[in-house]
């Protein structure tokens, strides 16, 4: 990752705001529904963050296995689930699994934050990693991504669901916690000229056709529009 450990440390704390967003619980769902889980496979979750989506995968029947660049989205997801496997690792280095590993490799907006140089080399981790018929689900977000639509998108779907006056309420209790997610999120965008790039329409497709994967799906919008979801298959 080319930002610094301590940013990461200070992002994940405030970063679960998010599970009451009801954009990132939808892009959650879409994951897990893409992945098909069956009983017993085993899952590599590449840039866990804070183990949303592994929790979540867990209690699918997955057995998953979680990475993440910072020391604090780990410990913030092992007090979650404390018997959930976590390994901290660098995607920008060789995935430390042997080959034909997973049944299911997923990736949820964790990579458009490397270096555009390395992507080739990570999808073919991915690959490299995955069981033959095995599956990979990978999201990133896009050019489009600005915090706050994803905000307002929230504001939207609250207010059709639930009424006027507990969407004042939730827009009252998340204030803090988002106000600190719009900063993020911003000073991320200021800073992607490190060397990262968000992601175009077709970039994804065009990395699991170098990796070698086949079956890839269509580009498709997710996260309030903002991430571009693609699904592919190692034969």
Request: charge should be positive; glycine fraction near 6%; aromatic fraction near 12%.
């Amino acid at each position: 990752m080319v930002l610094s450990k301590s940013f990461w440390a200070k992002y994940f704390k405030t970063y679960d705001v998010l599970n009451k967003v009801i954009p990132y619980n939808e892009l959650i769902e879409v994951l897990c529904t893409k992945l098909e889980i069956k009983k017993g496979d085993r899952v590599l979750d590449a840039g866990c963050g804070t183990s949303n989506l592994s929790v979540r995968l867990e209690k699918l029947g997955a057995d998953v296995i979680g990475t993440d660049y910072s020391l604090e989205g780990l410990r913030i997801g092992r007090s979650k689930s404390p018997g959930i496997k976590l390994l901290q690792n660098d995607l920008n280095i060789n995935l430390p699994f042997k080959d034909c590993s997973f049944d299911k490799v997923v990736s949820c907006n964790t990579l458009y934050l490397l270096p555009s140089e390395n992507l080739t080399s990570v999808f073919k981790e991915f690959y490299r990693v995955l069981k033959p018929g095995g599956k990979v689900v990978i999201t990133n977000l896009t050019g489009d991504f600005k915090p706050y639509k994803i905000y307002f998108n929230h504001i939207r779907k609250f207010s059709i669901k639930y009424g006027q006056l507990k969407t004042i309420i939730s827009i009252i209790s998340l204030i803090i916690p988002t106000v600190k997610m719009f900063y993020y999120g911003s000073y991320i965008q200021k800073n992607s000229n490190q060397g990262f790039n968000f992601f175009e329409t077709n970039d994804q497709q065009k990395l699991l056709i170098l990796a070698g994967f086949n079956n890839i799906s269509p580009p498709t919008k997710v996260f309030a529009s903002l991430g571009i979801l693609n699904t592919a298959e190692k034969l």
